[in-house]
């Protein structure tokens, strides 16, 4: 009875004209349009965040190099210069591959599979969490880089080292302006080398490391932090839907698995803004 | 709606994911041959890796965006209310990269300017 009613006014609104309603505007029903229009002023937050980054790196002289900041791997390996994002990167790529493949199987209108392709990529999502949950921690353990404060600094001269700080640098190594270094705690204080300047018109004067751009850590912990939390809510959400779907509610709604289409374009966006952040903050 | 048969479709999703791991290894690969890690003293301008870096992360964007959420398969008004806003964002970087790299120009200028680089103060 009260189908057969519901498919009655269907076929009424179809004979009105475009104001009468019962037409989707661009062929997508409302839910999709409105997640399109979610997702791109999430862009434009997005945007603000990582052009304001690029605004404060340029306003400043120096800033830390990528691929010295970013080269420690689980298991104490050292100086494997962007190697831990890459995989970070693979993982959310995979996600988005097996949310597609949940996507396609929910217009099949197999449970299973969409039960089982959502189950992958929330496993994905969690995986990515943990890998920034490490990098994180080695970042404000490991080596002492808070929002306020950034070890990371970069030579502007060329000079010599006339200590060496137990780990990497050598007392008589030198370097040339634009590389990097990190200033280590001993004993919980700040043990910055002194060096000598060897060329241009500081020659011969004695200086100490010291600190790189403060913005630093506060634009890194902010963004990839933002980014981390939007993964967080999409695993919930992914959460949320995959329970959905395995109960068989989707089953009987007239749109279907709609929903997995609309927390996939959502997920797509997560992976698409990883693409930026790997962008600004790991390769340029 | 996609018009695509399911197999198809699943052609294209494994193409796609393909296509866009290749890109990430070549990505992070000319990031560090560029700085010289990967052949003892060979560099390439910083511009340059830079200027190739930023267009394969739009074509990776194009991808994701084209195939994986479909706008490939919307209508025209759809992918146009979506796209058309974003390029307001060509301006904003040109605009505020331009003010930062003036603010950094004007350093000399300032009376007491915040120091790029802080002495350690234990």
């Keep these: 009875m009260a189908s057969a009613s519901i498919e009655h006014a269907h076929e009424h609104?179809?004979?009105?004209?475009?104001?009468?309603?019962?037409?989707?505007?661009?062929?997508?029903?409302?839910?999709?349009?409105?997640?399109?229009?979610?997702?791109?002023?999430?862009?434009?937050?997005?945007?603000?965040?990582?052009?304001?980054?690029?605004?404060l790196r340029f306003s400043m002289p120096t800033w830390p190099v990528p691929d010295f900041v970013f080269s420690t791997f689980p298991g104490g390996f050292h100086h494997k210069p962007l190697l831990f994002v890459t995989v970070m990167t693979f993982i959310l790529l995979a996600s988005s591959f097996t949310m597609v493949r949940a996507v396609q199987e929910g217009h099949q209108e197999n449970k299973r599979g969409v039960v089982i392709w959502m189950l992958l990529t929330i496993v994905g999502g969690l995986a990515f969490l943990g890998c920034q949950a490490w990098e994180w921690n080695t970042l404000i353990g490991g080596e002492h880089m808070t929002v306020k404060v950034n070890p990371f600094g970069t030579h502007t001269e060329t000079g010599v080292y006339l200590e060496g700080d137990g780990h990497d640098v050598k007392k008589g190594d030198t370097f040339q302006p634009g590389m990097s270094y990190l200033i280590h705690k001993h004993d919980n204080e700040w043990a910055p080398l002194k060096y000598k300047v060897t060329e241009g018109p500081n020659a011969g004067v004695e200086k100490s490391q010291a600190f790189g751009p403060k913005a630093f850590g506060a634009l890194f912990f902010f963004i990839t932090g933002f980014h981390g939390f939007h993964v967080l809510s999409g695993v919930a959400f992914l959460l949320i839907i995959c329970l959905n779907s395995a109960t068989g509610l989707y089953v009987n709604r007239k749109n279907g698995y709609e929903m997995v289409e609309k927390i996939g374009l959502y997920w797509h966006f997560v992976d698409l803004v990883w693409v930026f952040v790997f962008l600004c903050f790991y390769l340029l | 709606m996609s018009h695509l048969t399911y197999d198809q479709s699943k052609t294209i999703a494994t193409k796609t994911i393909l296509i866009l791991a290749v890109i990430t290894v070549f990505e992070v690969l000319f990031a560090l041959l560029g700085k010289g890690y990967l052949v003892e003293g060979f560099h390439i301008p910083h511009w340059i890796t830079g200027g190739v870096m930023i267009v394969l992360s739009i074509v990776k964007a194009y991808l994701?965006?084209?195939?994986?959420?479909?706008?490939?398969?919307?209508?025209?008004?759809?992918?146009?209310?979506?796209?058309?806003?974003?390029?307001?964002?060509?301006?904003?970087?040109?605009?505020?990269?331009?003010?930062?790299?003036?603010?950094?120009?004007?350093?000399?200028?300032v009376k007491n300017p915040v120091p790029a680089q802080t002495e350690v103060n234990n």
Aim: glycine share 8%.
């Design chain 1, 13 to 55: 609104t179809q004979q009105g004209s475009a104001w009468a309603g019962g037409k989707e505007p661009f062929k997508a029903s409302y839910g999709k349009l409105m997640m399109w229009y979610f997702l791109l002023s999430d862009a434009f937050t997005f945007s603000g965040f990582l052009i304001a980054y690029g605004a």
């Design chain 2, 64 to 109: 994701i965006v084209y195939e994986f959420m479909h706008m490939k398969y919307e209508v025209p008004g759809l992918v146009k209310t979506v796209l058309l806003p974003t390029l307001l964002l060509v301006w904003a970087i040109i605009a505020f990269l331009a003010e930062g790299d003036y603010w950094n120009n004007s350093r000399a200028r």
